[in-house]
């Protein structure tokens, strides 16, 4: 079936380390998007990629970084240089329409707890 | 800058009960709307959407009316079910040009069905 993979689902870091968040996708889409989900907060969005080798700064890049080599691949990485990375990680992906905007299709998240 | 504002839970309502949560919006434009649901330890999915005013996204029951004269969304269902237990995002994409998926979400609402 198509969809997003996210990987690990739990995920459990020491301060000071580097750790990387897996998010795969067979829909063939264009756009890829990383959030992140705090209580209260809903959703912010991390940083997005409407095409291969390019990204762009969401509004709370800052610890993060990403890469997109491959259209079906946009790993996230969280950095010991975030402060308060304990958090729920959503990774979507959507067709890039131009003129209106799509469905982002989500997939089932990755709950990183840093001891 | 463009923002969503959506009632604080938690909803608590009797299976069979009306359900009316409220979702108003901030926006240059004609933007997109949008909500989202996301049931427990699971990633979000589109519930339903609204392209342009006084467009009525409908789906499993559930029904918005997009309001351009008072700028809000909210999110109806006349007869909710145990089933219909989650958190539902309000969200809006600006239609100003350029990344128009980038979604703006508010911060969710968790609706508890009791039987």
């Known amino acids: 079936d198509g969809g997003i993979t996210q990987s690990p689902k739990y995920l459990f870091r020491k301060e000071g380390q580097n750790v990387t968040l897996s998010c795969e996708q067979n829909l063939n889409h264009d756009a890829m998007y990383w959030y992140r989900q705090d209580p209260g907060q809903g959703l912010r969005l991390i940083y997005y990629?409407?095409?291969?080798?390019?990204?762009q700064k969401g509004d709370i890049a800052e610890g993060y970084s990403v890469s997109r080599e491959k259209k079906e691949s946009f790993p996230l990485t969280v950095t010991s240089a975030q402060k308060n990375p304990t958090a729920f990680y959503l990774c979507?992906?959507?067709?890039?329409?131009?003129?209106?905007?799509?469905?982002?299709?989500f997939g089932e998240g990755s709950r990183l707890t840093v001891l | 800058g463009d923002s969503v504002t959506q009632m604080e839970g938690p909803v608590t309502l009797s299976e069979e009960a009306f359900l009316t949560i409220n979702c108003t919006y901030t926006a240059t434009g004609y933007p997109s709307l949008f909500w989202y649901v996301q049931y427990p330890g699971e990633g979000l999915q589109l519930l339903l959407k609204a392209t342009k005013a006084d467009d009525k996204g409908s789906n499993k029951g559930f029904e918005a009316t997009y309001r351009k004269e008072t700028t809000s969304f909210h999110l109806e269902k006349g007869s909710v079910q145990v089933s219909d237990s989650a958190v539902y995002f309000c969200a809006l994409a600006p239609n100003y040009g350029g990344a128009t998926n980038k979604l703006i979400f508010g911060t969710g609402t968790l609706l508890a069905v009791q039987p």
């Open positions: 979507a992906s959507s067709i890039v329409t131009g003129g209106s905007a799509g469905e982002l299709f």
């Open positions: 990629s409407q095409i291969v080798n390019d990204f």
